[in-house]
């Protein structure tokens, strides 16, 4: 290889993977992939904006935490390619010349001599020629450099940076401060020591290097195996999918065929009926015809005999008159004949799996859907989570009830967005249908009510469906220490798998834990031999694997979060990554939502809250968040301070708002402490200022409030059967809701 070659080489293993030019600074990742200090950094900057605290490698995407500072300055810095970097500068005039390293004056290094393994200005290399101890070294000149010049020069020793000792080569390893030094370095800086030759201590290196490499190839060949496994298993598929594809074009061809067949035996079915119905029509007229000629003629002709007023001809004709009248009006009516209702009625369930049925057929019904009709509460209002209804019913021409088993009743209730909800309609065969429907949330609803392809008069029917209004059914507990009672309960928790219900009972100092009956089973953080005490307590929830979450405070000290067995023994404090946490609620993935009034942050931990995941305030920050619930890859954050909700993406980006500005029920939203999603898909939050809690549709629409028996709403939590549970902090009771 000529040198030229070797330089572009050595050029493009130098390169940044991110600004693509030579390195400057370089600083080695924990992974080993290296890139200029400023890169890195400007890396870690965007990935701060983003409101992340990891970057991910830009070549092996690797995680990492961003350090303090947003700098990558401390890692270690790449000795071979700042050695590469020296050495490019040999090959390019435009950079820095490399500087001589035997006198004073750093001129610009003409040449190097491999023995004294010195870069040499021209004055130095004359003089380097004339003593009689160098005269014999080798030495080349930069400009005459040869690749295998350049190869030796990559192996040279290295030289100590420390001040005032460049030109000492790097002979120890100091095992206490773990870097390489000088013999000066020994004497000045390490002495007393513990140094090592610093070949040996390479070779002792390098052996545990290669150790590694022996086992890090091992699953280097399994890792390739799987790869080669998993380019096997895509072509497989890649083939399942393509004999699909092929699959499908034959299926739907067959489709197509069967539809035609399908379509040519209707319409020629449609056609013989056409043709008989037109015959019987005709034939029908046509006596019609004869009848109306008949009573026509006879008036005619009795008119004309009134009109001349002969007598003797009244007279004679006047019997034969009569009677013929007389007998063409006692003749028999003749009925209109009405043709049957004809409906092609299609065949769902052929439609849905197509092949070997046909996808309708023609009936014959006497129901006439312009006169069936539709009444019923549910045609005129609904209430969101409660079931409705309202009954069809079908008629003939004449208005009359009637039944067809082979009529087709089709119901669709639609919201403004398009979603289509679940309808149950129940066939009483009688001509009768009741047709039930559960909204799902607050919002318009138009439905639509089509008997054999037609709608009926008035569809679709728009109806509103208003917000679920919360009952008192009872309260549980009472004010003093036993079991059952309360000193202010500040949090309410129930179990979603379980139906247990956890209280933090504040002045009480303990955590209730009860069944879904109500029955008390036990408390956590009393005195006992397993037991961690806890001081006033400010949230309790549980995990998904049925572990107890407490936060606690003691007085002036920042609150604390603890993990306890669901039978109260303690586990562990998981409050490493908080500052002072106020509130906690856990998705359904495990992952625990803490609001931190510590750094006004909401921050997510893992499922065993030792890592944090994702923490984030937002472009509209929370000034002081009271409490955080996560739906629908929202997370939903109630500001203390400012009194409303904050809605933030699952990035933890900012949306909007909920209740900012609101009028609940006449007053403005007062502060709040607690918040929960209900099962009618609706966002429930306390107020205490205004001893309310407050309903609104999770896009921010208010719904309505309710108070009813309440002196402090403090917290509330989601029941079973429609329920709502709510802390009143003031009667030291549970409400209990429906």
Same mark, same amino acid.
């Given at each position: 290889?000529?040198?030229?070659?070797?330089?572009?080489?050595?050029?493009?293993?130098?390169?940044?993977?991110?600004?693509?030019?030579?390195?400057?600074?370089?600083?080695?990742?924990?992974?080993?992939?290296?890139?200029?200090?400023?890169?890195?950094?400007?890396?870690?900057?965007?990935?701060?904006?983003?409101?992340?605290?990891?970057?991910?490698?830009?070549?092996?995407?690797?995680?990492?935490?961003?350090?303090?500072?947003?700098?990558?300055?401390?890692?270690?810095?790449?000795?071979?390619?700042?050695?590469?970097?020296?050495?490019?500068?040999?090959?390019?005039?435009?950079?820095?010349?490399?500087?001589?390293?035997?006198?004073?004056?750093?001129?610009?290094?003409?040449?190097?001599?491999?023995?004294?393994?010195?870069?040499?200005?021209?004055?130095?290399?004359?003089?380097?020629?004339?003593?009689?101890?160098?005269?014999?070294?080798?030495?080349?000149?930069?400009?005459?450099?040869?690749?295998?010049?350049?190869?030796?020069?990559?192996?040279?020793?290295?030289?100590?940076?420390?001040?005032?000792?460049?030109?000492?080569?790097?002979?120890?390893?100091?095992?206490?401060?773990?870097?390489?030094?000088?013999?000066?370095?020994?004497?000045?800086?390490?002495?007393?020591?513990?140094?090592?030759?610093?070949?040996?201590?390479?070779?002792?290196?390098?052996?545990?290097?290669?150790?590694?490499?022996?086992?890090?190839?091992?699953?280097?060949?399994?890792?390739?195996?799987?790869?080669?496994?998993?380019?096997?298993?895509?072509?497989?598929?890649?083939?399942?999918?393509?004999?699909?594809?092929?699959?499908?074009?034959?299926?739907?061809?067959?489709?197509?065929?069967?539809?035609?067949?399908?379509?040519?035996?209707?319409?020629?079915?449609?056609?013989?009926?056409?043709?008989?119905?037109?015959?019987?029509?005709?034939?029908?007229?046509?006596?019609?015809?004869?009848?109306?000629?008949?009573?026509?003629?006879?008036?005619?002709?009795?008119?004309?005999?009134?009109?001349?007023?002969?007598?003797?001809?009244?007279?004679?004709?006047?019997?034969?008159?009569?009677?013929?009248?007389?007998?063409?009006?006692?003749?028999?009516?003749?009925?209109?004949?009405?043709?049957?209702?004809?409906?092609?009625?299609?065949?769902?369930?052929?439609?849905?799996?197509?092949?070997?049925?046909?996808?309708?057929?023609?009936?014959?019904?006497?129901?006439?859907?312009?006169?069936?009709?539709?009444?019923?509460?549910?045609?005129?209002?609904?209430?969101?989570?409660?079931?409705?209804?309202?009954?069809?019913?079908?008629?003939?021409?004449?208005?009359?009830?009637?039944?067809?088993?082979?009529?087709?009743?089709?119901?669709?209730?639609?919201?403004?967005?398009?979603?289509?909800?679940?309808?149950?309609?129940?066939?009483?065969?009688?001509?009768?249908?009741?047709?039930?429907?559960?909204?799902?949330?607050?919002?318009?609803?138009?439905?639509?009510?089509?008997?054999?392809?037609?709608?009926?008069?008035?569809?679709?029917?728009?109806?509103?469906?208003?917000?679920?209004?919360?009952?008192?059914?009872?309260?549980?507990?009472?004010?003093?220490?036993?079991?059952?009672?309360?000193?202010?309960?500040?949090?309410?928790?129930?179990?979603?798998?379980?139906?247990?219900?956890?209280?933090?009972?504040?002045?009480?100092?303990? @955590?209730?834990? +009860?069944?879904? #009956?109500?029955? /008390? %089973?036990?408390? !956590? $953080?009393?005195?006992? *031999?397993? &037991?961690?005490?806890?001081?006033?307590?400010?949230?309790?929830?549980?995990?998904?694997?049925?572990?107890?979450?407490?936060?606690?405070?003691?007085?002036?000290?920042?609150?604390?979060?603890?993990?306890?067995?669901?039978?109260?023994?303690?586990?562990?404090?998981?409050?490493?990554?908080?500052?002072?946490?106020?509130?906690?609620?856990?998705?359904?993935?495990?992952?625990?939502?803490?609001?931190?009034?510590?750094?006004?942050?909401?921050?997510?931990?893992?499922?065993?809250?030792?890592?944090?995941?994702?923490?984030?305030?937002?472009?509209?920050?929370?000034?002081?968040?009271?409490?955080?619930?996560?739906?629908?890859?929202?997370?939903?954050?109630?500001?203390?301070?400012?009194?409303? @909700?904050?809605? +933030?993406?699952? #990035?933890?980006? /900012? %949306?909007?708002? !909920? $209740?900012?500005?609101? *009028?609940? &029920?006449?007053?403005?939203?007062?502060?709040?402490?607690?918040?929960?999603?209900?099962?009618?898909?609706?966002?429930?939050?306390?107020?205490?200022?205004?001893?309310?809690?407050?309903?609104?549709?999770?896009?921010?629409?208010?719904?309505?409030?309710?108070?009813?028996?309440?002196?402090?709403?403090?917290?509330?939590?989601?029941?079973?059967?429609?329920?709502?549970?709510?802390?009143?902090?003031?009667?030291?009771?549970?409400?209990?809701?429906?």
């Amino acid at each position: 290889m000529d040198v030229k070659q070797l330089f572009t080489n050595l050029k493009k293993e130098a390169e940044c993977p991110l600004c693509l030019e030579t390195v400057k600074d370089p600083k080695t990742l924990p992974c080993l992939h290296s890139f200029c200090l400023r890169c890195i950094d400007k890396h870690a900057r965007y990935a701060r904006r983003k409101l992340e605290t990891t970057i991910k490698c830009p070549v092996c995407q690797a995680c990492f935490q961003i350090p303090e500072g947003d700098t990558f300055g401390n890692l270690p810095t790449s000795f071979h390619l700042n050695r590469l970097v020296d050495l490019l500068v040999l090959s390019d005039v435009s950079e820095e010349a490399q500087r001589c390293s035997s006198c004073e004056e750093n001129n610009a290094a003409t040449c190097y001599c491999f023995v004294c393994q010195n870069f040499l200005c021209k004055d130095c290399f004359d003089a380097h020629q004339r003593l009689k101890t160098t005269r014999g070294h080798r030495n080349v000149l930069i400009e005459n450099l040869q690749a295998p010049d350049v190869e030796d020069l990559m192996h040279r020793p290295g030289m100590c940076l420390k001040k005032y000792h460049e030109n000492e080569p790097l002979d120890y390893y100091c095992q206490d401060c773990s870097v390489c030094i000088c013999h000066k370095c020994s004497i000045v800086s390490h002495n007393r020591h513990s140094l090592v030759d610093l070949q040996e201590a390479a070779e002792e290196q390098k052996m545990q290097i290669t150790q590694v490499f022996a086992r890090v190839k091992e699953k280097l060949v399994t890792v390739m195996s799987k790869i080669s496994e998993q380019i096997e298993l895509m072509k497989k598929s890649e083939e399942e999918i393509c004999a699909a594809e092929e699959k499908v074009t034959k299926t739907v061809q067959e489709i197509i065929r069967i539809a035609k067949e399908h379509e040519t035996g209707v319409k020629t079915k449609l056609a013989e009926i056409k043709v008989t119905q037109q015959r019987n029509c005709a034939a029908k007229i046509e006596i019609f015809q004869v009848l109306a000629a008949q009573l026509k003629s006879s008036v005619e002709y009795g008119e004309g005999i009134v009109q001349r007023s002969i007598g003797p001809e009244i007279l004679q004709a006047g019997h034969a008159v009569l009677g013929r009248c007389e007998e063409l009006l006692t003749t028999q009516d003749i009925e209109v004949c009405k043709p049957q209702h004809f409906v092609y009625g299609v065949n769902v369930d052929a439609m849905n799996t197509v092949r070997g049925l046909v996808p309708g057929q023609v009936f014959e019904t006497n129901t006439d859907p312009s006169q069936s009709s539709a009444e019923g509460k549910g045609l005129i209002e609904a209430e969101a989570g409660t079931e409705t209804n309202f009954t069809v019913t079908t008629r003939d021409s004449k208005g009359s009830q009637w039944y067809g088993e082979q009529d087709q009743l089709t119901v669709i209730v639609r919201s403004q967005k398009g979603e289509e909800e679940e309808t149950k309609i129940d066939d009483c065969k009688n001509g009768s249908y009741v047709v039930r429907y559960k909204p799902k949330n607050v919002s318009l609803r138009d439905i639509s009510v089509v008997v054999n392809g037609q709608p009926l008069t008035g569809s679709p029917w728009r109806v509103q469906a208003t917000g679920h209004q919360y009952k008192a059914i009872h309260s549980f507990g009472s004010h003093g220490t036993g079991p059952g009672q309360f000193k202010g309960p500040v949090s309410i928790v129930v179990n979603k798998r379980t139906e247990r219900i956890a209280i933090a009972d504040f002045s009480n100092h303990r @955590v209730q834990l +009860f069944d879904r #009956e109500w029955k /008390y %089973l036990r408390t !956590i $953080g009393d005195k006992g *031999s397993h &037991a961690k005490r806890i001081r006033y307590p400010c949230s309790v929830e549980f995990t998904t694997s049925d572990e107890v979450i407490v936060i606690h405070g003691e007085g002036l000290k920042p609150n604390k979060m603890f993990l306890f067995t669901e039978y109260g023994d303690f586990i562990k404090d998981i409050s490493q990554h908080l500052i002072d946490p106020s509130s906690v609620s856990v998705r359904d993935d495990g992952h625990m939502i803490v609001c931190d009034k510590g750094d006004n942050s909401v921050k997510v931990l893992s499922s065993d809250g030792t890592r944090l995941v994702q923490s984030f305030k937002g472009l509209h920050g929370v000034s002081s968040p009271a409490s955080a619930v996560y739906h629908e890859n929202k997370f939903f954050v109630l500001d203390g301070i400012y009194k409303f @909700v904050k809605v +933030f993406s699952n #990035e933890g980006l /900012y %949306l909007y708002d !909920i $209740g900012n500005g609101e *009028s609940c &029920a006449g007053q403005p939203f007062g502060y709040g402490e607690k918040l929960t999603i209900d099962a009618f898909n609706n966002l429930i939050v306390c107020d205490i200022k205004n001893s309310s809690l407050h309903v609104f549709s999770l896009d921010g629409k208010y719904i309505n409030s309710f108070n009813e028996g309440i002196e402090s709403s403090w917290s509330v939590a989601a029941f079973e059967n429609n329920k709502l549970l709510v802390g009143d902090y003031k009667k030291h009771v549970i409400h209990v809701f429906q």
